[in-house]
């Protein structure tokens, strides 16, 4: 028989549900068994008990974007009040950049999103070399491989000029898929071959979408800061005409938007686009720290929600954050809403990023069935619970549960 162990404390966090005072999780084999009040499941459960005490267990977090291939550009990037001249000075770096460079960067950042307590993230990928790494990390993730192309006017299999999706990796994997880099990047003929590979192997996608009102501009008039930064890389095709429409109509016209896209970002929205996106139950992945960094604006919690649009969390990459900590992104949300309830955030960035990410069956919330991934943040028993928990997590005050233990990892 596979033995059990209980692990208590003082609070649990189960999102799934109200958070228990004096609750425990109970985990056999790598899995949780069941969740209630601990007195209860003592009662009911034979197996070792750990009592953790004044603090919370909780689900391990999902950050549902990120490019841990960017990691080595912390601190080299300096803060912007726009995105343009964030993202010439992120692509002049990003090619200053060796593969050993890049692949020690990964490292830090895997180590990072472990130390914050997450089990899994939307990783947006450049060159392939975090795919390795992500996988012999222990991280549970989604692979989205970035496509760039504006001058791509070709048809034909996406593979022909990107062989990474012609991998048997590639094609295996349920958890690879092919990313669009944003609307003024792509061109509408890479899109299609972008939708069309992922729908042959039933795969979600992932674009950064509405993120700044140059694109915005860009989309409606087809000149602006994007015309020049295209012009001067020669990327401009003679011929292009914008389609003069917002970036999310856009992207519903290429049919790329569904319950299987993660839109990125998405600030500069109107009523419309926020219909739209609850209507095709795409979701709506929020950066805000990132947004900050960039001077892009910020994301518009409420109205997103109030639409029923479907909403995770991401910290996006150290080339435009200062961390990869989510329990500061939540942070950040709060101070700008703080009617927003907590509990919701906190859903942001565990259950409703597994489910993003196409994990809602196995992570995100301590439910019996589920991965046994927990978290324990102290907290003075005396003080309010939820500015407690988020500050707590934020300042990094952030354990893992073994599945089999008191302390260590999760796995051990
Ligand atoms: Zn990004």
């Known amino acids: 028989m596979v033995p059990l162990t209980i692990h208590q404390a003082r609070w649990v966090v189960p999102v799934s549900g109200p958070v228990l005072d004096h609750g425990a999780v109970v985990v056999a084999g790598g899995r949780i068994v069941a969740v209630g009040p601990a007195s209860r499941l003592r009662r009911y459960y034979q197996g070792k008990c750990y009592d953790h005490g004044d ?3 909780l689900p391990a977090l999902v950050n549902a974007h990120v490019h841990l291939e960017f990691s080595a550009l912390r601190g080299r990037i300096p803060r912007q009040s726009a995105l343009g001249p964030w993202l010439r000075d992120a692509m002049a770096e990003f090619a200053q950049l060796s593969a050993a460079e890049i692949n020690q960067g990964v490292q830090e950042g895997l180590a990072e999103l472990r130390r914050f307590g997450t089990i899994l993230v939307g990783e947006i990928s450049n060159t ?3 795919l390795p790494e992500l996988s012999k990390s222990g991280l549970e993730f989604h692979y989205f491989y970035e496509c760039l192309g504006f001058d791509h006017l070709n048809s034909g299999p996406l593979e022909d000029d990107f062989p990474i999706f012609a991998s ?11 990313a669009a880099h944003a609307p003024y990047s792509v061109s509408p003929a890479l899109f299609g071959r972008i939708f069309d590979w992922n729908r042959g192997y039933r795969r979600r996608t992932t674009v950064h979408l509405a993120e700044s009102r140059e694109e915005v501009e860009f989309l409606s008039q087809g000149n602006g800061f994007f015309q020049h930064l295209l012009q001067q890389r020669g990327r401009w095709p003679a011929a292009y005409q914008p389609p003069q429409c917002s970036p999310v109509v856009y992207l519903d016209r290429l049919g790329g938007l569904g319950p299987q896209t993660l839109a990125v970002h998405v600030i500069w929205l109107s009523a419309f686009d926020l219909e739209l996106l609850a209507r095709r139950s795409a979701w709506a992945v929020l950066c805000p720290r990132s947004n900050q960094f960039t001077g892009t604006g910020f994301p518009r919690l409420p109205e997103l929600y109030q639409a029923g649009v ?3 969390l991401g910290t996006d990459s150290l080339a435009s954050n200062d961390d990869l ?3 500061k992104e939540i942070l950040t949300l709060q101070q700008q809403y703080p009617e927003f309830a907590p509990d919701k955030l906190l859903a942001l960035a565990t259950s409703q990023g597994a489910l993003a990410l196409g994990r809602g069956h196995d992570l995100g919330s301590l439910s019996p069935g589920k991965l046994a991934a927990l978290l324990f943040i102290p907290i003075a028993s005396d003080r309010h619970f939820w500015p407690d928990l988020l500050e707590a997590g934020a300042a990094g005050k952030i354990s893992w549960v073994a599945a089999s233990g008191a302390e260590g990892g999760y796995g051990n």
Do not use: P
């Open 55 to 57: 603090g919370a267990i």
């Open 168 to 178: 048997s990796e590639a094609r295996a994997r349920d958890n690879f898929s092919a």
């Open 310 to 312: 479907r909403l995770a």
């Open 128 to 130: 392939g070399l975090s």
């Open 325 to 327: 900590n989510l329990f």
